[in-house]
């Protein structure tokens, strides 16, 4: 038995592709009752990856049967100039979600601007009222990545309740709210971040070890326990030909070197393949982990955010 047949994969793909089913039937059969859930993205400036993440957004509600509006704005557009438009957007009642685009160029303060979403079409969760209630643990909308990486936790019957997890990162987009969710779930939670001391340490006793750092390859072998799932959020770009092979497996270093040469980098997250397949018990690659998922998650939630404003007996 090859090192590598100790590791299974979690497969990212398949989860959202079940999940993206689910929303599509749902959202025709709302569609005979004349109800069509609507999603807004807003986009202010011309980052190149935001770009990309938004068309993909418009075509998965486009491929779902949703109703998508891309509002494209300037990147010397003001923070009152925003917040007219998300007004707007909260008066409109076909459009159930409300997604800003982040990050936002520096002018606009972006505190502002999540709080002025109505908190009912706050499809990423970001709004203070969201927030709250999902601290709480109430019906809330949750911010789809860490949603999204329980949705696949759960699809693999991973168990939660009672597990050592942690989780390296606490931004309020990913770290925090993952952090709380596992908590709902019983696991018994750490978060580590840039001041944890003995960071390879403390993520050793994990039983799940959620990366969502931003530093390539940094999780590796030597952070994960025999067996332990390791969900790797981060997704980076690797330039050169040596990282590739001091990052990947034998198995995958040629795909890898191709891809390389024809675009110029290849995608890695803050977990390093190399030493950790084989080790852990279950792995999130990237791509193909949890990225299909957070667009996943961003439908189904826009779908809640329908049925909730519109009643559930329509
Ligand atoms: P942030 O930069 O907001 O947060 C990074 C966190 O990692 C911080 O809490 C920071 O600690 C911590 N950190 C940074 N360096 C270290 C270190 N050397 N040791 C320990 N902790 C460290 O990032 P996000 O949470 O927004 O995103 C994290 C990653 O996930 C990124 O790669 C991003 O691209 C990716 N991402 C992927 C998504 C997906 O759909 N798959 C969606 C969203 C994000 P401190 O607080 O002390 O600074």
């Known amino acids: 038995m090859s090192m590598e ?34 999603l807004a993205v807003v986009l202010v400036g011309e980052n190149p990856a ?30 009152e100039e925003l917040l007219a438009v998300i007004d707007h ?21 972006a505190r502002l601007i999540l709080e002025a979403i109505d908190p009912a079409k706050d499809v990423d969760g970001f709004h203070a009222v969201n927030v709250g209630r999902m601290v709480r643990g109430e019906d809330s909308l949750v911010p789809c990545t860490p949603a999204g990486v329980i949705e696949m936790l759960d699809h693999y019957q991973i168990p939660l309740a009672g597990a050592n997890a942690v989780v390296i990162g606490r931004s309020d987009i990913v770290g925090k ?39 390539t390859a940094m999780v590796n072998g030597d952070y994960i326990k025999d067996g332990a799932v390791v969900v790797d959020v981060g997704i ?37 393949p190399r030493s950790v397949i084989g080790r852990a018990g279950w792995f999130s690659p990237v791509p193909g982990g949890v990225g299909p998922l957070t667009i996943a998650m961003l439908m189904k939630n826009t779908l809640r955010a329908a049925e909730a404003r519109r009643g559930r007996t329509m």
């Open 5 to 38: 047949a100790g590791t299974q994969m979690l497969n990212g793909l398949l989860v959202a592709e079940a999940i993206k089913q689910g929303v599509a039937a749902r959202v025709s059969e709302l569609g005979q009752r004349g109800v069509r859930p609507g």
């Open 50 to 79: 935001s770009k990309v993440y938004v068309g993909s957004k418009v075509r998965t509600c486009q491929a779902l049967g949703l109703f998508s509006e891309k509002i494209e704005l300037a990147a010397e557009t003001t923070t």
């Open 89 to 109: 957007l909260n008066g409109r009642d076909e459009i159930d979600g409300i997604l800003v685009q982040l990050p936002l160029p520096p002018q606009i303060e």
């Open 177 to 215: 709210p993952m952090a709380m969710l596992l908590l709902h779930r019983h696991a018994t939670v750490t978060i580590c971040h840039s001041r944890t001391r003995d960071l390879a340490e403390v993520s050793r006793r994990a039983d799940i070890v959620i990366a969502a750092i931003g530093r």
């Open 236 to 272: 980076n770009k690797v330039s050169t030909a040596d990282d590739v092979r001091r990052i990947f497996t034998d198995e995958e270093i040629p795909t890898r070197l191709e891809e390389l040469g024809r675009r110029g980098y290849t995608l890695v997250g803050d977990v390093g």
